[in-house]
């Protein structure tokens, strides 16, 4: 079995707040709480918006609060994110593609899939033929295996508004991919700042709360013009996967408020 610890958008910033919240704070609490009561995880992954602003000094900061991490965390782009200084400040598995932030970590009994859907200069995601390419000959190569993806940008409208107009571009071209093989068995998803649960096109799908702020829920309708993120405590996810079976748990590991500011 495997176990795996899930976070998202920490939207980290060496100094002040984002949204009224202070990602330091944030950040500090979840990995402190994952310490305490999961580090016997066998590692976790962080989906993306790792940066509020992508500044250097973002990186180099953000790497000394995750090295306080009694688990391995595996950093993933989202739309905040750039790829050369993620690159030079924290660690990227081996099996990661030369140009893009996308690679694999291989169980014997699993392939974790952790996607690069960042599009330059933009709040929605892409794909790319030659990460598409790579997405399909990786299914191919571990076909024998059950496959678990995770991607920053989702694949589909949430009814979020207006993260639906923020997703994965093309996402038709993703899912012919996808439906070309048979082993990929559940996607996990950020971006949002909320957790839904569903299917798509038969298979599973769950996106994840944010370490830093929470989006509304999606009535009464609101943009970006309105938004004001929820007074919801922040969540990580921790994730049994086995041959047959995928569990994840929802975990809140501090009250909403701490590290707000208003
Ligand atoms: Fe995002």
């Not at 030369?98 to 690679?103: I, K, P, R, W």
């Not at 990460?131 to 678990?148: E, F, Q, V």
Request: glycine fraction near 6%; proline fraction near 6%.
């Amino acid at each position: 079995m495997r176990k795996i610890i899930w976070m998202s958008d920490p939207h980290f910033q060496h100094s002040g707040t984002y949204k009224g919240h202070d990602p330091r704070v944030l950040l500090e609490r979840a990995i402190e709480h994952v310490n305490t009561h999961h580090a016997d995880a066998d590692f976790a992954i962080l989906s993306g918006d790792l940066m509020g602003d992508e500044l250097e000094q973002d990186y180099a900061d953000l790497a000394l609060y995750l090295s306080k991490s009694k688990v391995p965390i595996h950093s993933m782009m989202g739309n905040h994110d750039d790829r050369a200084l993620l690159r030079i400040h924290l660690s990227v598995p081996t099996s990661a593609m030369g140009d893009f932030v996308q690679y694999t970590i291989e169980g014997a009994d699993e392939t974790i899939i952790c996607l690069d859907t960042n599009k330059e200069n933009a709040l929605s995601g892409a794909m790319c033929q030659t990460r598409l390419n790579w997405l399909s000959d990786t299914l191919a190569r571990t076909a024998d295996k059950p496959a678990y993806i995770f991607m920053h940008h989702p694949p589909l409208a949430l009814h979020l508004p207006p993260f639906d107009d923020s997703n994965l571009e093309d996402s038709d071209a993703f899912f012919d991919v996808i439906s070309a093989h048979n082993n990929v068995k559940h996607l996990f998803m950020g971006h949002v700042h909320r957790a839904t649960t569903g299917t798509i096109k038969g298979i599973p799908f769950a996106s994840m709360n944010a370490l830093s702020f929470q989006s509304p829920p999606p009535r009464p309708k609101w943009d970006w013009d309105s938004f004001n993120p929820a007074r919801e405590a922040p969540q990580y996810g921790v994730l049994h996967i086995q041959a047959d079976c995928v569990v994840l748990q929802y975990t809140q590991f501090c009250e909403f408020g701490v590290g707000y500011t208003g």
